[in-house]
């Protein structure tokens, strides 16, 4: 079961595009990479997921490099509402026990 | 809407007296899994089940007992909670396979006293 190491916290201005990365360098091959949303007291949400290269939705992109063995959640100008933690999560190759780690916390500031 | 239902939302208890939290996903998910959270310490795996009468430890399953009888609820039992089991617990459930693509209930603030 791939673990991840992410930075505890990120501060970031309005307006600004916020990159946070995810480490597992023990990814395996079926595993997925998934981040989630969550505000306080509140259950995490589902925000993109993906395999390889890049993905994007409407809300964020998510870049993973050839080896898989990071990948960076990008969201664009933030907003006052986008203070939250952000978990990353491998898994789901196969593997249902899952462990999300501490998760990013991120404040952004007017 | 398709949901995770988690009731109650908040519950106070005395040390002993058995309890149940009940989960509900309405998406024909497969997989279920409970989850708490508490200070510091982020989301800790209890249980999972892959499917009906399939159910198996996440890391902190000390306290707890779960069942899946059907494939839509997954209720958590403590039945002689004690006061380090006070948490926020999180149910959710997902598609098998789909690689961590879990929707999750809005919690259950649980205090032991």
């Known amino acids: 079961l791939a673990k991840t190491t992410q930075p505890i916290s990120m501060d970031s201005y309005e307006g600004q595009e916020v990159n946070i990365t995810c480490s597992h360098n023990n990814i395996a091959t079926n595993d997925y990479i998934t981040w989630y949303q969550q505000f306080p007291s509140q259950g995490p949400r589902f925000i993109i997921q993906?395999?390889?290269t890049k993905v994007t939705n409407e809300v964020a992109s998510l870049f993973i490099p050839a080896d898989r063995k990071s990948s960076t959640l990008s969201l664009p100008r933030v907003s006052l509402s986008d203070t939250a933690v952000y978990y990353c999560l491998v898994g789901g190759g196969g593997y249902q026990k899952v462990t999300f780690g501490t998760g990013t916390k991120l404040q952004v500031i007017p | 809407e398709a949901q995770v239902t988690q009731n109650p939302r908040y519950l106070i208890t005395v040390t002993g007296k058995k309890l149940t939290v009940t989960c509900s996903q309405n998406m024909n998910h497969e997989y279920m899994s409970w989850y708490r959270q508490d200070p510091g310490l982020g989301l800790r795996q209890i249980y999972y089940?892959?499917?009906?009468?399939?159910?198996d430890k996440g890391d902190v399953p000390e306290g707890y007992k779960v069942s899946r009888k059907e494939k839509r609820n997954f209720p958590l039992i403590l039945e002689s909670p004690s006061p380090n089991q006070t948490s926020l617990y999180f149910c959710?459930?997902?598609?098998?396979?789909?690689?961590?693509?879990?929707?999750f209930g809005s919690g259950t603030r649980l205090t032991v006293v």
């Open positions: 089940s892959m499917n009906v009468e399939v159910t």
């Open positions: 959710a459930s997902s598609f098998r396979g789909q690689g961590g693509g879990y929707t």
């Open positions: 993906g395999y390889k």
